[in-house]
């Protein structure tokens, strides 16, 4: 298979990914337990699975400073936007918790001393704007919990990206810490049972599988397959389908329909983002083509 058609079937598998990542909303909508069982049922599935792809293809499990805090990084990721879909709406949490690179930004600078551009403070500007509005429609407590828990998970996601980064080219330590995450989560899951009691019914059994397998587990194993022929600028624009699909099938299947404030904040958020991820791999593309002159 020649390189182009490689990164054709690339950016397919990408699309495919964001797509099945977009479905978490309605599913979590629909299924009736606590934020913390369904963020573990969901975890116990994913891991299994990725599990298996690591043992499949040889990767090596690795427990160490990187992979344990990328790990509580993803985990409490998962778990602030499973329960910020309970509190708001899907469209409100998935958008805030897209957010990450403004805060990979933020972390990069205050802890790693990375200079930031103009374009970075205009990026972060502009989504701290959209970021407000999420906040200018009629809340109520618990939509105001969970818009901030929105915002949360894109902190600990961001958390996560920047340990991984940190780790080396390794894959390993990524998929490690990919894996930790969700045994985190089970067990947090796993041990609210006791506290919060338990109850369900078969359907919401199926929608925690399809949440574990095709939601979760499948699409992170699509995305490691496609990062190799995708460029992380397409593999980042081509995920920004999930921003938009998740509301698009809880408005379609749940009726739940996000504030004019939130949709406008949505707007700016997800265009600064994709603005300045265009604009970052540009340059890029430069300091390559620069470095293979000489």
Known sequence: MDLKAQQRKAMLMMALCAILWSIAGIFIKWISWHPLQIAGGRSILSGLVLLAFMKATGRTFIVNKYSVLAGIGLSGSCISFVIANKLTTAANAIVLQYTAPIFILLMSALYLKAPLKRRDVG???????GIALFFFDELSPGSLVGNLLGILAGIFLALMF???????????????????????????????????????????LLFVVILGIFQLGIPYILYGLASRHCSPLACSLIGTLEPLLNPVWVLLFYGEVPGRAALIGAVIVIGAISAWLVSSGKTEEKRRKNRNKF
Do not use: M, Q, Y
Not at 123 to 129: E, S, W
Not at 165 to 192: K, M, Q
């Open 123 to 129: 990026v972060v500007a502009f989504t701290g704007i």
């Open 162 to 204: 920047v340990v991984v980064s940190l780790s080396g080219e390794n894959d390993s330590f990524r998929l490690s810490g990919i894996l930790l995450a969700h045994v985190f989560t089970a067990v947090i899951g796993t041990a609210s049972i006791p506290f919060l009691g338990f109850a369900t019914t078969s359907r919401e």
